[in-house]
């Protein structure tokens, strides 16, 4: 097999070059990380999770017609999707008061907003990814206002989608984070959802008895993050019950 050339390396996926011009291969990591990865450990199984989890919600997500990157899953732990140009935001879209918006504003921890309150964060991770306006985000250029826009429409769609979907598993989802692509057609310039959707990227609560099913697991060391993980992917039919996540392959070198 043709060794593949790696191109970008984050906390959680790694990716390589696709097999055809404008495409990349997505590979889903075992490695867990909180609070800027001062604290790390490596879930086994996280990685295939989050792959056919992910799966699941890009394929959903074009079935709405709302744009994203996925084109196919190769394998348990990788997918194929559009290269596309990152805008450097991290775009977050809250429902309930959790995380950070809990401390930093003073509320209760799960209290309901008045309405879906969407976020911005500058991608950055020796800066701690710090929240940003969207006067800073025109100020330095990160985008534009008719970006600005399309990326607000995009994100209060994400979440409508999402919020049904978990709903009907008998899931609240509190909030999630997004990454927005710019793709290029000719001239012509469209903005898709980029990266992942999966428990890592939001926060899942048991409708009925608030279990946390989401990354909370691991920052805050209440359990197994690969059966909270598994039990969305059940309830979402993604894995067949009683399923084995396939843990990470040995690599001879």
Same mark, same amino acid.
């Given at each position: 097999?043709?060794?593949?050339?790696?191109?970008?390396?984050?906390?959680?996926?790694?990716?390589?070059?696709? +097999?055809?011009?404008?495409? &990349?291969?997505?590979?889903?990591?075992? %490695? /867990?990380?909180? @609070? =800027? /990865?001062?604290?790390? %450990?490596?879930?086994?199984?996280?990685?295939?999770? =989050? =792959?056919?989890?992910?799966?699941?919600?890009?394929?959903? &997500?074009?079935?709405?017609?709302?744009?994203?990157? @996925?084109?196919?899953?190769?394998?348990?732990?990788?997918?194929?999707?559009?290269?596309?140009?990152?805008?450097?935001?991290?775009?977050?879209?809250?429902?309930?008061?959790?995380? $950070?918006?809990? $401390?930093?504003?003073?509320?209760?921890?799960?209290?309901?907003? +008045?309405? +879906?309150?969407?976020?911005?964060?500058?991608?950055?991770?020796?800066?701690?990814?710090?929240?940003?306006?969207?006067?800073?985000?025109?100020?330095?250029?990160?985008?534009?206002?008719?970006?600005?826009?399309?990326? &607000?429409?995009?994100? &209060?769609?994400? =979440?409508?989608?999402?919020?049904?979907?978990?709903?009907?598993?008998?899931?609240?989802?509190? %909030? @999630?984070?997004?990454?927005?692509?710019?793709?290029?057609?000719?001239? @012509?310039?469209?903005?898709?959802?980029?990266?992942?959707?999966?428990?890592?990227?939001?926060?899942?609560?048991?409708?009925?008895?608030?279990?946390?099913?989401?990354?909370?697991?691991?920052?805050?060391?209440?359990?197994?993050?690969?059966?909270?993980?598994?039990?969305?992917?059940? *309830?979402?039919?993604?894995?067949?019950?009683? /399923?084995?996540?396939?843990? *990470?392959?040995?690599?001879?070198?």
């Amino acid at each position: 097999m043709a060794r593949r050339t790696k191109i970008y390396e984050g906390k959680a996926k790694t990716l390589y070059e696709g +097999p055809e011009p404008g495409t &990349l291969v997505q590979y889903f990591k075992d %490695d /867990a990380t909180a @609070f =800027n /990865a001062q604290k790390k %450990d490596v879930i086994e199984g996280k990685g295939v999770l =989050n =792959n056919l989890l992910s799966e699941y919600f890009m394929t959903g &997500l074009t079935n709405v017609g709302i744009p994203n990157h @996925f084109l196919k899953r190769l394998n348990m732990r990788e997918q194929l999707v559009r290269a596309c140009e990152i805008v450097p935001l991290e775009v977050i879209v809250r429902n309930y008061a959790a995380g $950070t918006m809990a $401390t930093r504003l003073g509320i209760d921890e799960g209290t309901q907003l +008045p309405r +879906p309150v969407v976020e911005y964060c500058l991608k950055d991770d020796k800066l701690g990814d710090p929240l940003v306006t969207e006067e800073h985000i025109a100020a330095f250029g990160w985008a534009s206002q008719q970006d600005m826009d399309d990326i &607000l429409s995009l994100a &209060l769609r994400v =979440n409508d989608f999402l919020s049904g979907v978990m709903y009907g598993v008998g899931i609240r989802l509190v %909030d @999630f984070k997004i990454e927005i692509g710019r793709v290029y057609d000719g001239d @012509f310039q469209r903005l898709i959802v980029a990266d992942e959707i999966s428990p890592d990227s939001c926060r899942l609560w048991d409708i009925e008895t608030g279990q946390k099913l989401d990354k909370d697991v691991f920052r805050r060391d209440l359990g197994s993050l690969t059966d909270a993980y598994t039990e969305v992917a059940n *309830r979402l039919g993604v894995m067949p019950k009683g /399923a084995t996540p396939m843990n *990470r392959p040995t690599l001879i070198n």
